[in-house]
């Protein structure tokens, strides 16, 4: 079912369109984009508050800008449904996060008005300054560069970076600061409070009133607009507040806080800082969900609530039968509310992403041993080093593609100071519609190159929960070594998943089904894809044997010289990079101890892999129950040299 935009909207099929209209018409165009993102999004899914957030802010920036010659970046990528559908992808914005579909994120290669790829969080500053840098050395110093930072990504370290450096330059850049107090989950730390009070000040408020009726006189001021500016800046320090104001403290001009949903007021802002050089910061103040009641109200739930009647505001669920696995993500939460009742010095950490990774369920039984600590992965990592200094048994929950921010700190605050920080890594493998800047493709191969590193990934629930109580267990603690359990988004495959906790001995394998001809090595949940297939092999006669080797870090060495004294065709199956991951361990182990064998990999091959659901990207890479199957039969007949 294709929805059918508005009678304006159906009009606009670039941003040069949009500035055709009159200015009364813009708040129109505004009703109309929104209307057309809740129609899509509750028939085809996908992210939903925050684009809703930002209508206004959108039509104003491509009305006012004259884009894609002004560049414009979004920061996080996911606000940005209003920008593509005004900029030429309208009739396909259904195929949005679908297999062979536009990105649910701005993308280069999809579009030149997508100036910077935005999938994780914080760089539109930075990538905004650089573009500004090379305007100017290119000659072109009057081109706009405009950052729209906003849920959540101003808490990351990166932005603080980009906005010192751009007050140390003149950078013709517009920093636009969307705040919503949301990230996917409220926001935390100092800096919400610090804008709380910007935007709570009255007196700094009534201040800002008046100063903004002034500005929009600029264009009849002539040569007194910069003494007017000069005004500005003065009138807006931090006299008026508590505590000094930290963008004039970098150097930025700060401008704001001004109402995100009043295009006319927008529109008029942006045409006055136009005339403004150098680097400056809009604070914008909106309200995730905008204009769905149910969205406003919970802004969680419908940050990508999936498919929903848009009437009735009821989130569709599937109906089953019978009892289903739970969530990976939950089997983690729960388990580590369990572990923390059996040991006082368990906490939790995670950056910005309680609900995704279900820290929430700890958050909401031990408030004081679970932290959230904002878009911030490096300090997370830290932090978490920093407690296990003193004997805390610290889960530390990031995703698998964030943690690649975090790397630095895993080597050079964890391992090499032979901390036993426990990181859980949701996300591994292919992350489905989000796509490759969310896929979790690198960590088996970028953990199991660091000394005093544990690496595991469970085949199920209960292998979770087990590597999960190893890693906290005292042996493990006191041993000085991180671990790390990595594990996908989704379901798992046990619905009675409650089982009890049993200590697993670390680097040991296990074998799920005994045979011959063929050894198929998997590691982590995608050995469930092996049992499949090697059911379908049964009903043809073949029967290979099947190994689960839970851990790439350290391998079960004992158990690998069984299988290539055994067998001569091995087939290694992993959900990640197949460069350096777990086939690789494998060959390395085949190479350094003499043996031959016809050695097949399957997994992510040196490529980006782009959106789609998991089982799509899955077959696309040939490790589904079908490819591994096919794999089988193709050692079988292979020949003598190794296959990979």
Not at 149 to 154: A, N
Not at 375 to 394: P, Y
């Amino acid at each position: 079912m294709l929805i059918t935009p508005g009678n304006l909207l159906a009009t606009i099929n670039t941003p040069a369109d949009l500035r055709r209209f009159d200015k009364t018409e813009l708040p129109k165009v505004c009703d109309q984009l929104r209307q057309f993102i809740i129609d899509n999004v509750s028939v085809y899914g996908g992210h939903f508050g925050a684009s809703l957030g930002v209508v206004e802010l959108t039509v104003a920036l491509h009305y006012v800008f004259n884009t894609p010659d002004d560049q414009l970046v979004w920061d996080v990528g996911h606000q940005a449904y209003g920008h593509k559908i005004l900029t030429g992808r309208r009739d396909v914005f259904h195929t949005n996060r679908f297999y062979k579909g536009i990105s649910g994120f701005p993308k280069r290669k999809e579009s030149e008005y997508d100036t910077f790829g935005v999938g994780h969080s914080s760089t539109s500053i930075s990538a905004a300054l650089g573009m500004a840098v090379a305007s100017k050395l290119e000659g072109n110093p009057l081109r706009q560069h405009i950052a729209v930072i906003g849920d959540g990504s101003m808490t990351a370290g990166e932005a603080f970076e980009g906005m010192n450096h751009a007050g140390a330059t003149d950078a013709n850049l517009l920093i636009v600061l969307n705040d919503n107090n949301m990230s996917i989950d409220p926001n935390v730390g100092a800096l919400r409070e610090y804008l709380t009070d910007i935007t709570t000040s009255q007196t700094y408020n009534k201040v800002k009133g008046e100063i903004w009726n002034l500005l929009g006189k600029m264009d009849k001021l002539g040569k007194t607009a910069q003494e007017l500016v000069s005004q500005i800046q003065t009138g807006i320090k931090g006299s008026l507040l508590e505590q000094s104001n930290l963008f004039e403290s970098l150097n930025l001009r700060y401008f704001g806080p001004i109402d995100g949903h009043d295009i006319d007021h927008l529109t008029s802002v942006l045409e006055d800082l136009k005339q403004i050089p150098g680097p400056k910061l809009l604070h914008v103040l909106t309200v995730k969900g905008k204009g769905y009641g149910p969205a406003e109200k919970d802004q969680t739930k419908w940050h990508a609530p999936g498919l929903f009647d848009k009437v009735t505001g009821e989130i569709k669920k599937k109906v089953y039968d019978s009892p289903q696995p739970p969530k990976y993500q939950d089997v983690f939460g729960h388990t580590l509310v369990e572990l923390a009742e059996q040991n006082a010095k368990v906490v939790g950490v995670t950056p910005a992403m309680p609900s995704g990774s279900s820290m929430n369920i700890m958050m909401k039984a031990m408030p004081d041993r679970a932290f959230d600590v904002g878009i911030a992965e490096q300090h997370a990592v830290t932090f978490s080093a920093g407690m296990a200094t003193r004997g805390q048994v610290v889960f530390c929950n990031i995703y698998s593609t964030f943690m690649q921010r975090a790397y630095d700190q895993v080597v050079h605050d964890v391992c090499i100071q032979e901390l036993p920080v426990i990181f859980c890594l949701d996300r591994a493998g292919f992350a489905g519609a989000d796509g490759p800047t969310h896929h979790g493709a690198y960590d088996i191969a970028y953990m199991r190159c660091v000394p005093n590193m544990i690496v595991a990934a469970p085949m199920n629930e209960q292998e979770l929960r087990n590597m999960m109580f190893t890693a906290a267990s005292d042996e493990v603690q006191q041993g000085k070594r991180a671990f790390t359990i990595r594990y996908p988004r989704g379901e798992g495959v046990m619905p009675a998943w409650r089982t009890p906790l049993e200590k697993q001995e670390i680097g040991k394998g296990r074998l799920i089904q005994d045979g011959e001809g063929v050894a198929i090595l998997t590691l982590g949940h995608i050995g469930n894809y092996a049992v499949e297939a090697s059911a379908t092999l049964a009903k043809e006669g073949i029967h290979p044997a099947h190994f689960d080797m839970r851990y790439v870090k350290p391998l079960d060495e004992a158990l690998l010289h069984q299988i290539f004294t055994r067998f001569d065709r091995v087939l290694t199956v992993e959900d990640g990079c197949l460069m350096g991951g777990f086939g690789s361990a494998v060959l390395e182990f085949m190479a350094e101890h003499g043996y031959s064998a016809h050695v097949k990999r399957l997994g992510i091959p040196d490529a980006i892999i782009e959106h789609g659901e998991q089982i799509e990207l899955h077959r696309e890479c040939g490790f589904d129950p079908e490819g591994i199957a096919s794999a089988v039969k193709e050692l079988l007949y292979a020949g003598s040299k190794i296959v990979i």
